[in-house]
């Protein structure tokens, strides 16, 4: 079955989004996707969809649309205001979403994005197979104020009258935020001993994310040191996350459109299970670094997978009893 999803406002930029394209780096091509990995995944396993399913990503500004069916809906992301009709629901959950109930996000606070799953597949446009945007690449996937949208579900549900009780009781790893400044843990990179006195600076200074910051990176205020000379390093491809030196006065951490290095070196990466917060700060937020040894890093992350995991398993659990034969899969 087919639903229609009527969009009446969609903020500062409503995008269709996933977790990003697959070896298209081989081609040149950045892997983009999803800011915030975790949101993403976690709003799709939630209503029963693969963690890398095409979802909605906002960034700012309010966003409401109206099913013309009901659907079976999650909410995730930066804390933000949810409405069905005029009723709160609970982000972080499953939510029942009847037919002709206007869905409403707004009030985004802390964090800079929320993220719109919807049991089913999302009808998007594939560009190497993803449907992540990239604006370089003539593939902006901007939701319009007044479109439409549809999604292919075989939802058929379960009523949920009353919003003010939520549906399930899930193991949700629900993304955290401290307060100000937030603690991003890195590990060492290669070019970290050319200019040894950013270790020290990464340990106990303060940066602030600036109005330049985009899909390529965070650029951030802050002190710097400079390797001594003008020896150029020759540009090679890194992961996402690395923290980067250039010419200028300023700190950059290379976000999922990166390409090359440009030649400046590389003082550390932000370990993984970091990325989505990282992918959540937007300008005017402050960043402390935090070094930590690989172990460590892996360790982070293979804790995350599992949580993934768990919860997979749980909503699972979940529908079976309700007798809900989504088209859950592993994930």
Known sequence: MTTALEFAATGWLTTFQDLGRQDAERLGVPTGGAADQHSAAVANILVGNRRDAPLIESLGGEVAFVPDRDILMAVTGAPAEVTVGHAHVDAWTPVVVPGGHEVRIRDTRIGTRVYIAVNGELRSERFLGSAAPDARMGFAQSIARGSTHLVD???????????????FRLPVPVLRFEDAPWTIDIVEGPELESIPEMRQLLEYATYTVTDRSNHVGLRLNGPVAHPPGDEEIVSHGVPIGALEV?????????????????????????????????????????????????????????????ELRTLS???GEAFDALGFACPLVNN
């Open 313 to 315: 398993a749980a909503v």
């Open 153 to 167: 579900s075989e939802f058929v549900g379960f009523r949920h009258e009353y919003f003010d009780q939520s549906l």
């Open 246 to 306: 250039p010419h200028s006065d300023e700190l950059i951490v290379l976000g999922r459109y990166r390409t090359l290095t440009a030649g400046y070196p590389i003082v550390g990466f932000a370990a993984r299970s970091a990325l989505a917060v990282l992918g959540q700060a937007g300008p005017g937020r402050e960043l402390r670094f935090r070094w930590i040894d690989r172990f460590e890093a892996v360790r982070q992350l293979a804790l995350r997978e599992g």
